[in-house]
């Protein structure tokens, strides 16, 4: 009876799973317990006989198993992988159709210690011009597009330090790189990546939270740092190239009575230098988002005023907007997603900052196929329409986009 209790107890002890709480330890050790004196009673002998399977205090405070299991370890890092392969064909001028790798994304994040975080994103593009020149051209060009430790009190305070997709807007903090995150194959042209409307990095502090609001949950972010490079559409990474920091601040609410609704807004402040001259840049934004994929309603507006120093009579709005829709269709098993998106940018030819930035009217008709839980397959068709001396532009576009 003794080997087949302590095969019985072995046997049991390797279905464990090694974290779980001393507690259910306690009540499979009883059960055994229980177990084994129903055996001695069916083959005659006395209960007392049996020696209890529950564990003495000096046994059940030496279980350095499974306490080591139950503390978490630290740093815990897990990583997440994002890609898309695409297919295009425009009537665009110069432009050739044919297939293109799309980036190759991964996400990190590790837990420091219960309170400190560390997220991390980095991007492989490919090169046009690989293999040329002399050293010749790599294959792909590295980017780290996020580097964030943050600190969290509680809900109500979180301060990082970091490189950020800037907060002042919803879908740059959204839908980050790795097309499979968002419905559509291309971002709103606003906030593209590598665009010099929004800027779109940023590389400082922000100080953010949530908080209750009698169940409006108002979240905020507020943030200070570097501005635009000397190449606007970049941030600045190695450093600010002027004393004039850039903040920000963002609030937005997600009412508990309105599941899916998201209303907030923006500003952001900076001077920007180039070719000798400053322009402080005001940025004012707002969004409002309606999740519930029946229906996705995503719309957002922007101002971007520019003033040059000693020069008040030059002075600049630019403003850009765009709304999306979509439709998870109630058929096949909720795959299908059709969308639409009309998008608009408004650029004074004057505006020395934006010099070269093509005005938009366009719009974006397409259709999502989900494959599985972690690949969609997506058809877009887009008619961009610019200022007047450029052609409009049609283009059709298929994109695969998976996580993984």
Same mark, same amino acid.
């Given at each position: 009876m003794?080997?087949?209790?302590?095969?019985?107890?072995?046997?049991?002890? /390797? /279905?464990?799973?090694?974290?779980?709480?001393?507690?259910?330890?306690?009540?499979?050790?009883?059960?055994?317990?229980?177990?084994?004196?129903?055996?001695?009673?069916?083959?005659?002998?006395?209960?007392?006989?049996?020696?209890?399977? @529950?564990?003495?205090?000096?046994?059940?405070?030496? @279980?350095?198993?499974?306490?080591?299991?139950?503390?978490p370890e630290f740093p815990s890092l897990h990583i997440a992988g994002f890609s898309d392969v695409n297919f295009s064909g425009t009537d665009q001028p110069g432009a050739r159709s044919g297939f293109t790798e799309g980036q190759f994304t991964l996400h990190f994040s590790s837990a420091? %210690?219960?309170?400190?975080? *560390? *997220?991390?994103?980095?991007?492989? +593009?490919?090169? +046009?011009?690989?293999?040329?020149?002399?050293?010749?051209?790599?294959?792909?060009?590295?980017?780290?597009?996020? %580097?964030?430790?943050? *600190?969290?009190? +509680?809900?109500?305070?979180?301060?990082?330090?970091?490189?950020?997709?800037?907060?002042?807007?919803?879908?740059?903090?959204?839908?980050?790189?790795?097309?499979?995150?968002?419905?559509?194959? %291309?971002?709103?042209?606003m906030t593209q990546f590598g665009g010099r409307f929004i800027p779109v990095h940023f590389v400082g502090g922000l100080v953010e939270g949530a908080l209750p609001s009698r169940g409006l949950n108002l979240n905020y972010n507020?943030?200070?740092?570097?501005?635009?490079?000397?190449?606007?559409?970049?941030?600045?990474?190695?450093?600010?190239?002027?004393?004039?920091?850039?903040? /920000?601040?963002?609030?937005?609410?997600?009412?508990? =009575?309105?599941?899916?609704? =998201?209303?907030?807004? %923006?500003?952001?402040?900076?001077k920007i230098s180039t070719d000798g001259r400053n322009f402080p840049e005001w940025i004012t934004s707002g969004h409002l988002v309606w999740n519930?994929?029946?229906?996705?309603?995503?719309a957002e507006i922007a101002n971007i005023n520019h003033k040059e120093v000693n020069r008040p009579e030059s002075e600049w709005n630019s403003r850009a907007f765009y709304i999306q829709t979509a439709y998870r269709l109630p058929i096949a098993q909720k795959l299908w997603k059709p969308y639409y998106r009309f998008e608009y940018i408004h650029i004074p030819r004057s505006d020395v900052v934006f010099q070269g930035v093509p005005n938009l009217a366009g719009s974006v008709v397409g259709l999502r196929y989900d494959i599985s839980t972690f690949a969609a397959l997506k058809f877009e068709y887009r008619n961009q329409r610019r200022q007047a001396g450029l052609p409009n532009i049609n283009g059709g576009f298929i994109q695969t986009s998976f996580t993984f």
């Open positions: 003794k080997s087949t209790a302590l095969c019985l107890c072995v046997f049991l002890s /390797l /279905l464990v799973p090694r974290n779980l709480q001393a507690q259910n330890v306690q009540d499979l050790l009883a059960r055994i317990e229980r177990l084994e004196r129903r055996v001695a009673e069916l083959e005659g002998k006395p209960a007392e006989a049996v020696k209890p399977a @529950t564990p003495t205090h000096e046994e059940a405070t030496h @279980t350095p198993a499974v306490d080591a299991a139950a503390q420091l %210690s219960p309170r400190v975080n *560390f *997220f991390g994103e980095m991007t492989l +593009s490919a090169r +046009s011009d690989a293999g040329l020149g002399s050293p010749a051209a790599t294959g792909f060009n590295a980017e780290v597009e996020r %580097s964030i430790v943050r *600190f969290d009190q +509680s809900d109500k305070l979180k301060v990082s330090f970091g490189r950020y997709h800037t907060p002042i807007n919803y879908w740059n903090t959204a839908f980050h790189h790795g097309q499979w995150l968002q419905t559509t194959v %291309s971002r709103p042209e507020v943030g200070v740092g570097n501005g635009r490079s000397s190449v606007i559409n970049r941030g600045g990474d190695a450093g600010d190239i002027n004393n004039h920091r850039a903040w /920000l601040a963002t609030v937005f609410v997600r009412p508990d =009575q309105l599941y899916g609704l =998201q209303v907030g807004g %923006s500003v952001y402040r900076d519930r994929e029946t229906p996705e309603i995503i």
